[in-house]
């Protein structure tokens, strides 16, 4: 059913191109200075620079936290990744006051052990190419939220299980949908105990992930992995800010999150059936 709603989703999907080059920005941000009558050599300089930082932020596209809320790349998954976007979405707004804009959940891959020979993770195709579930990753949500901000993330994804700690998707069977959660460090993380304390007061255990892990439905347990030896790779555009089966629609507005954030830069783009996202 879900690879049925992903193919019907392929038709906006195709309108999705490559993002603006950065360096076409940059070389209209010259030619306006320059065509400038008064302006001299030092604002020309000072012009040209200042459109390079803007390009930078543009780029890099993160929230404005306070200096002391360092901020880290997390991510978290138990079963499809639709829903727990949706989720995490409302976790950011609510916990981070973010704006439409400052969104960072995003799916993806993560756990497995592999990727093909050109880095890539893809979802489920029939081309074969770069099957995650082939290189034993699981859905999940990636985002960048304050380190200090960990041990609360942790309470709403756990909030996720039923009473009874399962997924609630148990249509969704084999490891892809397992759950997991990946930190900078793994179990060596210093929010670690914020994350354990979370999952404890649902009855829930946490073991060190090895990659490529089996489902865990029926277990009450959880993978952790070190984000730096299991990176979270990007799904596709058609996956990100979509409706699930768990739910009632989400609605247009959220729906169109995944155009703004395309244009924006914060979700890569890629050509349909061709290649997909590493980062």
Not at 46 to 71: H, I, K, M, R, Y
Request: proline residues 4%.
């Amino acid at each position: 059913m879900k690879l049925i709603a992903i193919l019907a989703s392929l038709s906006p999907a195709l309108a999705f191109v490559a993002q603006p080059s950065h360096k076409s920005q940059l070389r209209s941000a010259l030619h306006a200075a320059q065509t400038n009558a008064d302006t001299s050599r030092r604002s020309l300089l000072t012009n040209a620079l200042t459109g390079l930082v803007s390009l930078t932020a543009f780029s890099q596209a993160q929230p404005a936290v306070a200096a002391e809320d360092t901020l880290t790349n997390v991510y978290f998954g138990v079963g499809c990744f639709w829903h727990i976007q949706h989720e995490f979405v409302e976790a950011e707004r609510k916990l981070l006051n973010r704006s439409d804009k400052e969104l960072t959940s995003k799916t993806g891959y993560a756990g497995g052990t592999g990727t093909d020979k050109e880095g890539r993770v893809c979802y489920h195709n029939f081309q074969g190419v770069a099957d995650y579930g082939k290189y034993g990753h699981g859905e999940v949500v990636g985002m960048t939220i304050p380190e200090n901000q960990i041990g609360n993330f942790a309470k709403e994804y756990f909030d996720l299980f039923t009473a009874k700690g399962e997924r609630v998707d148990p249509g969704d069977k084999g490891g892809e949908y397992r759950s997991l959660l990946g930190l900078p460090g793994g179990m060596g993380n210093p929010c670690y105990a914020d994350v354990e304390a979370a999952a404890t007061a649902k009855g829930m255990s946490l073991v060190a992930g090895k990659g490529n892990d089996p489902d865990t439905f029926g277990t009450k347990k959880i993978f952790v992995y070190d984000t730096a030896k299991f990176p979270f790779y990007q799904a596709e555009v058609y996956h990100q800010f979509h409706n699930d089966f768990q739910s009632p629609a989400y609605g247009k507005k959220y729906n169109n999150l995944a155009n703004e954030a395309f244009f924006r830069g914060k979700v890569e783009g890629y050509r349909m059936s061709r290649s997909c996202i590493k980062f």
